[in-house]
């Protein structure tokens, strides 16, 4: 069987993805347009499980815990492929994988839903640094993150909102695409990531954190 395909499972539709680009958009695609199945007591399952979400990303998905991300306000469609991608061990990251073992895939809607509600992470509130900021603003039209990313770096869609993001995180994240040991949803981070510098990355998560 050609690598990528899908091959009979009971755990997402009948299907586990051995994960390529376009498999990949399958994948997702076909859970959005389920989209409109709920379960009955589903909302009860993410209040109870939620709260322990949250001890880690943090209160209202404000994480204050270096290396953890801040989840308020993501794209739900984007929440769901990474839980997705999660639960299917595509992405490995503890205690990640363990937390999405065996959700439903109701569950992964839920969850990216009640996180898409959550208020987004304010830009960080200290004075930014003209230069750098500059510097970074240049990078940002040049690899063209305000266009997949939207000029308000919000998201759209599978592209996650990443303004306000926690900057150690943000350095951490564009380092893995760089150095690919962090795999997307598909080759566009990679590819962009290859033609900025290991100097540059921390005045791109720099000028990400801060912009407004």
């Given at each position: 069987m050609e690598r990528g395909a899908l091959r009979r499972s009971p755990h997402f539709f009948g299907f586990v993805m051995y994960p390529t680009s376009s498999s990949m958009r399958r994948l997702a695609a076909?859970?959005?347009?389920?989209?409109?199945?709920?379960?009955?007591?589903?909302?009860?399952?993410?209040?109870?499980?939620?709260?322990?979400?949250?001890?880690?990303?943090?209160?209202?998905?404000q994480s204050q815990n270096p290396g953890v991300p801040s989840l308020g306000g993501q794209q739900a469609f984007y929440v769901t492929v990474q839980l997705l991608m999660f639960r299917e061990r595509m992405r490995i990251a503890d205690p990640m994988n363990d937390?999405?073992?065996?959700?439903?895939?109701?569950?992964?809607?839920?969850?990216?839903?009640?996180?898409?509600?959550?208020?987004?992470?304010?830009?960080?509130?200290d004075p930014p640094d003209a230069a750098r900021m500059e510097r970074a603003?240049?990078?940002?039209?040049?690899?063209?993150?305000?266009?997949?990313?939207?000029?308000s770096l919000a998201g759209q869609d599978n592209v996650p909102g990443i303004a306000g993001q926690r900057?150690?995180?943000?350095?951490?994240?564009?380092r893995g695409y760089k150095d690919n040991s962090r795999h997307g949803y598909d080759d566009s981070m990679a590819e962009v990531m290859a033609t900025v510098t290991d100097a540059q990355i921390p005045d791109l998560a720099y000028y990400i954190a801060r912009v407004k």
């Open positions: 076909a859970l959005v347009l389920s989209c409109g199945a709920a379960v009955p007591g589903l909302a009860q399952t993410v209040t109870e499980r939620l709260p322990l979400c949250l001890s880690c990303h943090g209160e209202s998905g937390m999405a073992k065996g959700l439903s895939d109701d569950d992964l809607r839920a969850f990216a839903e009640a996180i898409a509600k959550l208020p987004p992470p304010p830009p960080a509130d603003r240049a990078l940002v039209d040049q690899n063209r993150c305000n266009f997949c990313h939207t000029p900057e150690d995180y943000l350095v951490k994240t564009l």
